[in-house]
């Protein structure tokens, strides 16, 4: 158990609607990243948080937002669904920021239907 | 950004050889290269990562290297074992930022 908790574990969605994927890092870890995992494309950075704040944007859609609360945790929000969306997303978190180890979730399984 | 890649992205071998796998990286100014295990189901765990003030590092079976001139670096598995097979990324981070994964290296260790 990393004790990174993400969930829900699986959603099922249609195209266009919009979903909030949700994380709760590791106690005492202030960095929160979120990443796409999809069979082709590996394990694509999206987006980190840092104590409340944005500190680095990857290929995260327009479509995609995220915020951490004052409590660190982290949601991702999905919206106007494309089928292409279809993915693991994952959150990991980290005491400090790029250059230490990551502790991952056990991922949010979308399906865009 | 950083640029990762690896190969191969499959590698299957008999229980008891060994295994590598190999990523290039573009950044010059990278110098954190970790190593993250997928086991089905499951996120990724780091199970080795080497710094670039370190040639090769090792950890029971499990070692990395680094060439920082050619920018690239390796995972070798000694003795593999069939509870080795799963996906291995490599990583590296561009300048102050999150870490790059490489695609992935799904490893089946056959007995």
């Known amino acids: 158990d990393s004790g990174v908790t993400q969930t829900p574990k699986h959603l099922i969605t249609a195209t266009g609607q919009r979903v909030t994927l949700r994380c709760s890092p590791r106690?005492?870890?202030?960095?929160v990243y979120w990443y796409q995992q999809s069979l082709d494309q590996g394990l694509q950075f999206l987006i980190q948080?840092?104590?409340?704040?944005?500190?680095a944007k990857g290929n995260i859609l327009e479509r995609f937002s995220a915020q951490q609360f004052p409590d660190l945790h982290s949601e991702l929000n999905l919206s106007s669904l494309e089928l292409g969306d279809s993915a693991l997303y994952f959150c990991?978190?980290?005491?400090?920021?790029?250059?230490?180890?990551?502790?991952f979730g056990e991922g949010s399984r979308l399906t865009v239907l | 950004g950083e640029n990762v890649e690896q190969h191969p992205s499959t590698l299957s071998v008999q229980e008891g050889d060994s295994a590598v796998i190999k990523c290039t990286y573009s950044?010059?100014?990278?110098?954190?290269f970790p190593w993250y295990k997928q086991e089905l189901g499951k996120g990724p765990q780091l199970i080795i990562d080497?710094?670039?003030?370190?040639g090769e590092k090792k950890d029971q079976r499990i070692a990395v290297t680094l060439n920082k001139t050619a920018k690239h670096f390796s995972l070798h598995i000694t003795e593999t074992q069939p509870e080795d097979s799963a996906v291995y990324f490599c990583a590296a981070p561009p300048t102050g930022y999150a870490l790059n994964f490489g695609k992935g290296t799904s490893l089946l260790v056959t007995p």
């Open positions: 990991a978190s980290s005491v400090v920021p790029a250059d230490g180890e990551l502790f």
């Open positions: 080497i710094r670039s003030n370190v």
């Open positions: 106690s005492g870890d202030l960095s």
């Open positions: 948080y840092y104590n409340g704040e944005e500190r």
């Open positions: 950044d010059s100014a990278s110098n954190y």
